[in-house]
C-alpha cells in the first residue's frame, strides 16, 4: 500500500514538473518575443539567434532545477539501493555457503556414527552368536535356556533396530 502512495506521489510529482515546464516554455517565449518587438533589428536570422539565446537562458535554470535534478537524486537512490541489494547478495550467499558446509559435516558425522554403530551391532551379534553357541556346548539347563531367551531378546531387538535405527527400543 505504501509502494502505491509513493509511486502515486512520484508520478504526480512529474506531471506537475512537465506542466511547469511547459508553461514556463510558453510564458518565457511570450516574454521573449516582447523584447524582440521593442528591438528593431533588419535581419530575422539576427532576431531568431537573439530569440533562442534568450530561450535557453531564461530556460536552462528552470529545467535543471525541475528535470535534471530530481532525476540524478533518484539515480542516486537507485545506485545506492543497488549497492544494499548486492551486499545483501553476497552475505546471503556467504550465509548459504556456510549452512552447506555445516550440513555437509553434519551429514558426515551422522554417516561416521551409522557405520560405527553398524561395526559395534555387527560385533555385538557376533559375540551373541558366540555366547548362544557357547551355551549350546554347555548343554541346556536351566540357566542355559534364560540365557537363550535373553540373546533372542536382544536378536530381536537388533533385527528391530536394524529395520528402524533412529528407534531403539527393548523388549522387557
Known amino acids: 500500500m505504501l509502494s502505491l502512495k509513493i509511486k502515486s506521489a512520484n508520478i504526480s510529482h512529474l506531471y506537475w514538473n512537465l506542466i511547469l515546464v511547459v508553461a514556463a516554455i510558453f510564458i518565457t517565449e511570450a516574454v521573449v518575443i516582447l523584447i524582440l518587438s521593442t528591438i528593431t533589428t533588419h535581419s530575422i536570422i539576427i532576431e531568431a539567434l537573439?530569440?533562442?539565446?534568450?530561450?535557453i537562458?531564461?530556460?536552462?535554470?528552470?529545467?535543471?532545477?525541475l528535470i535534471i535534478s530530481p532525476l540524478n537524486t533518484k539515480v542516486e537512490k537507485l545506485t545506492n539501493a543497488e549497492e544494499t541489494l548486492t551486499k545483501?547478495?553476497?552475505?546471503?550467499q556467504e550465509s548459504l555457503n556456510k549452512r552447506t558446509e555445516d550440513l555437509t559435516?553434519?551429514?558426515k558425522?551422522?554417516?561416521n556414527n551409522m557405520l560405527e554403530r553398524k561395526k559395534i551391532e555387527k560385533e555385538l551379534l557376533d559375540k551373541v552368536h558366540e555366547l548362544l553357541h557357547y551355551y549350546q556346548i554347555i548343554g541346556m539347563g536351566k540357566k542355559a535356556n534364560e540365557a537363550k531367551l535373553s540373546i533372542k531378546r536382544i536378536l530381536s531387538n537388533l533385527s528391530d533396530i536394524k529395520k528402524n535405527p533412529l528407534c531403539l527400543h527393548f523388549n522387557k
Open 57 to 65: 537562458l531564461i530556460l536552462l535554470p528552470l529545467l535543471y532545477f
Open 50 to 55: 537573439i530569440d533562442s539565446s534568450l530561450l
Open 88 to 92: 545483501k547478495q553476497v552475505e546471503l
Open 109 to 111: 558425522q551422522a554417516h
Open 105 to 107: 559435516k553434519a551429514d
